[in-house]
């Protein structure tokens, strides 16, 4: 028989014209982050666990958040430029340090429509 997509298996129908069907073999599969392994079709061999990634960021110090990805994680969402609380104030800090807050009034609108000064 010729081999299947999946270029594991090898068709077991009898001669036919056209394409082969999928592989319909169950084999054990690690999702894309490889965290989990579960009995899978072998014609779909990418799949999505539901755990978060978990690897260390590039900046050594926090794991990504995100779930089961493949590739980069991305860069760590506290490095860069931040803003204080109320966000009248940026900084640039390490991502292992909190942003102090500017000292100025918030004027956030309560939800009643108050405004607090």
Do not use: F
């Not at 082969?20 to 666990?49: F, K, M």
């Not at 009248?88 to 292992?96: E, Q, S, V």
């Amino acid at each position: 028989g010729r081999v299947l997509t999946c270029e594991t298996h090898t068709c077991e129908a009898r001669c036919h014209v056209g394409d082969c069907t999928l592989c319909d073999q169950v084999i054990q599969q690690q999702c894309v982050c490889g965290r989990e392994s579960l009995p899978r079709p072998c014609a779909a061999p990418e799949w999505h666990c539901t755990q978060p990634c978990n690897k260390v960021l590039t900046c050594g110090h926090h794991r990504c958040d995100k779930v089961c990805h493949s590739g980069w994680c991305g860069d760590c969402p506290r490095s860069g430029m931040r803003t204080c609380p109320c966000g009248k104030t940026r900084h640039t800090l390490p991502c292992t340090e909190e942003v102090p807050t500017c000292g100025d009034t918030c004027n956030k609108v309560y939800t009643c429509n108050y405004i607090y000064m």
